[in-house]
């Protein structure tokens, strides 16, 4: 294929607007896919991704497509559809000139159509809306025009309104690709230079990266070199995705495909990474970031014995997300565990899905928590931690007060889309949650569109669930609320012990919650028909013998129920 006739482009979307539906129209209409199949989220591969309808892994498709005889290459690059894998998605769109910006003809721009566009437009990339699902009842595709225009700033004219469902004018969908988005901008008589954007683990192959080249050309036996690793390697296949792998003999400049080379996990091919020739290195593409966690929590197995096999299924997990951070960590009430680092929420609820319905785990996750930082106070503290900042991951580590001159959160920012009914609530849930108004505008005649700063561990575990209800009241002093929750929902989650059990919550060593679980009291006298004293004495002194004994072990059986419980604040 010549240059020319190559498109790179992506689907962006709000959850559900229809990124999937339309992929697999587009697959289909290419005869990439058997159109006579029932094809649903073909590009959506992972148990978890068809349950949750979202996608976690990039998944790309190379397309063939006649346009007024011309035979062109279009290569489908899918992205993840959540603001928790935004770097993931960030890098797909780097190896894009463009991308089809799908937004739901009832639903109109949401929060997800505002970040994924402005991702977009930073990597100047050519936008294409389209505004599907114009089939349903309620569907208003012009009120939807009018909201593209206003906050993209994009000519109403440029929409396509399509029915992916249906299949309704999707051959314009790809008719506009080829007219809106340029070729790829790459060099083949350069040196070769690759972009990773996505890696996967393979039994069997090892490390099998997605790549887009940039300039060159690859093949089989050449020695490559990562510019993060610095590690060479052997190239061992190389291939395209059509949307499974069809090994070639060369991948050219302009091209998207996989490569093997030996890899042994994730790791050495990270999102983001340059790949190029040993003999000839190059300059590497800019924007490379190695993952970051931003949400930390701690995981342990429900029973220690369940130790080794967990932690078999969270290396093997971990081989194919280099995203997850693995520290071990113990803690007096669950034992040995680790201290996990997700991207975010959703991150966290995928990978512990997987590890059930892969590896048949099954695991205690505490509250997540988010990564602060620590300014010390002294020059001699600064020695000990050999550090000026420290970085706090585990509530357990929070250094003293008097150690520290400042703390340091993590903060995003925020878009919220809402009724302008509501905007008023929305706004004291936002103050309530300490963040920073920034921007508000309407997108059409009664919806609000505001952009406001919060601290991450402010919305990181219920922020959404709130902003969904937008019922109960705000609580200023969270700590007490917060902490009186929790030990209400453990007390109404742990069974009754012989013994009574004190739930208590703590700031520091300050005790600002308590909570009684009160003591089954077994019946031991049940069996001594009224008789002899002495005997029911013996027997309660018995019995409180036996409390005691238990107490001293801490044999509380905490179900996972009640973790779960005590996970989900508010
Ligand atoms: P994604 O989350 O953006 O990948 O969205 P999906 O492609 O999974 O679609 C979400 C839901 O919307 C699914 O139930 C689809 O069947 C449905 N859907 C997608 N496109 C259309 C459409 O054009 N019309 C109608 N009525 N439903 C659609
Ligand atoms: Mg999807």
Redesign the pocket.
Known sequence: FSVENIRNFSII?H????????ADRLLELTGTIDKTKNNK?VLDKLQVERER???VKAQTASLFYNCEGKQYLLNLIDTP?HVDFSYEVSRSLSACQGVLL?VDANEGIQAQTVANFFLAFEAQLSIIPVI?????KNADPERVEKQIEKVFDIPSDECIK?????GTNVERVLQAVIERIPPPKVHRKNPFKALVFDSTFDQYRGVIANVALFDGVVSKGDKIVSAHTKKTYEVNEVGVLNPNEQPAHKLYAGQVGYLIAGMKDVTEAQIGDTLYLHKQPVEPLPGFKSAKPMVFAGMYPIDQSEYNNLKSAVEKLTINDSSVTVHRDSSLALGAGWRLGFLGLLHMEVFNQRLEQEYNASVILTTPTVPYKAVLSSAKLIKEYREKEITIINPAQFPDKSKVTEYLEPVVLGTIITPDEYTGKVMMLCQARRAVQKNMMYIDQNRVMLKYLFPLNEIVVDFYDSLKSLSSGYARDKAHSVGKAICERLKDSLPRQLFEIAIQAAVGSKIIARETVKAYRKNVLAKCYGGDITRKMKLLKRQAEGKKKLRKIGNIEVPKDAFIKVLKTQ
Do not use: E, F, P, Y
């Not at 599907?132 to 349903?136: E, F, G, S």
């Not at 399509?162 to 249906?166: E, R, V």
């Open positions: 979307a959850v559900d607007h229809g990124k999937s539906t339309l989220q309808g979202i996608t559809g799908v599907n699902k114009v089939d349903l399509i029915s992916a469902k249906l």
